[in-house]
């Protein structure tokens, strides 16, 4: 792999199948307006992203205003990532390594524009809701309706996966739809990889991670070979090194500002967050701050910094092994100096221990498997039945025009499940819930 066909503008459209190269008079390096710069403002303009702003992130339902939700992370999180960028392209311009005409903030941009959409794929309630989506299609009793799918597409059915669907969203369903979606460069595409394999592949089925349905599958075959990604097997390539600097970015983010949150809502101490935080920074420079608000505000500051600096250098210390697809540890994080590592993991461990295993939050974690159940209960019966051509019910026919994207009669069953994926893991926290309400009937009572 080699830095200029990592950053590499290419755009590509999908026609009846087909992908292709798809140039525009935008294309090209414009200090005004770059083609990442047209790719991060595709991402904040389209649905999916604003949706984000009523999803959980981890307090679902929050009714404390300044909570934050997967809309406010994301752009924390870009933030973070745009910082890690650009700091990562000063050091690759000073080393001689940033080919022309890149500047060091079109690194920063291309990693911005991977965080913004890193969480767009995210079903309702989060990680549960993903499980809840899951466990529906693997019980036994709902087996039949996968009975005509090969291997690869009941993997994908059986295992709603938010990185997977993020990238599905940029691809195929945003902007312009089963057409290459958003179209956006190869270099952003490839910057929000973390898991570039399929379902199927042996490596989703150990770390239960993947980024790449049969759907996405021809066109990532081409941006992959288009960015000179190294293959490592069948339908399986070495990650975009920029890739790290985004999941660095969330690591970050969630285990920092989910402590900001807690201290917010009352589930945690200062001291407590003081003391995750002091191995990384002198905590003792805030002392003077008495509001409790604004002295969260700076520790979470300048640990923010600090993280930054370290992970971006740590980055530039292994670039070689990153652009050659030999990077051989999980994460940018775990070969970071010993300070940032234990404050990460302290701060991870203390939300385990008193955010993550709260009553209000596990309360709503297990009511969403039966919100979500409710609604796959009526849908999936009622488009099995469309594409295996059978008598639809009047029950069935109503259901069917609840989802966003009609079902086809040529639509194979696999196309038809992936419209219902598409429909539930796009929905937010509210419409789910409220949904869910209204389709057991409750929603007709009187108040």
Known sequence: MSWSQLLSTNRFKVERGIVSPKMTSQDGIDVLRTPFHVDYDRVVFSGAFRRLGRKTQVHPFAKHDHTHNRLTHSVEVASVGR?????????????????DPFTPSDIGTVVQVACLAHDMGNP?????????????????????????????????????????????????????????????TSASLGTLLKYPWTSSHPTARTRGKFNIYQTELPLMQTVAEDLGLAKLGDNHWARHPLSYLMEAADDICYALLDLEDAVELDLLDINEFETVLHTLIPVEKTWRITNQKERCAALRGMAIGQAIEVVADTFIRHQSALVAGEFAAKDLLAVCDDNLQETLENAKDLARRKIFNHHSKLATEVASFGCIGLILDLLVPAVHAKVTHQSLSNK????????DTPIEPHDTPYQAYMKVLDFVGGMTDNRAATLARELSGMGMMSV
Do not use: K
């Open 83 to 99: 910082s890690l960028g650009n700091r990562v392209g000063v050091q690759l311009e000073q080393g001689g390594l940033l080919p």
């Open 124 to 184: 309702p309630f989060g990680h549960t809701g993903e499980d809840a989506l899951r466990a529906w299609f693997r019980d036994p009793n709902h087996s039949h309706f996968l009975a005509n799918l090969s291997n690869p597409e009941h993997d994908d059915i059986c295992t709603y996966e938010g990185n997977a669907h993020s990238l599905r969203l940029l691809a195929t369903l945003e902007m312009y739809a089963e057409r290459g979606g958003m179209r956006l």
């Open 396 to 403: 069935d026919a109503l259901c069917l025009q609840l989802i």
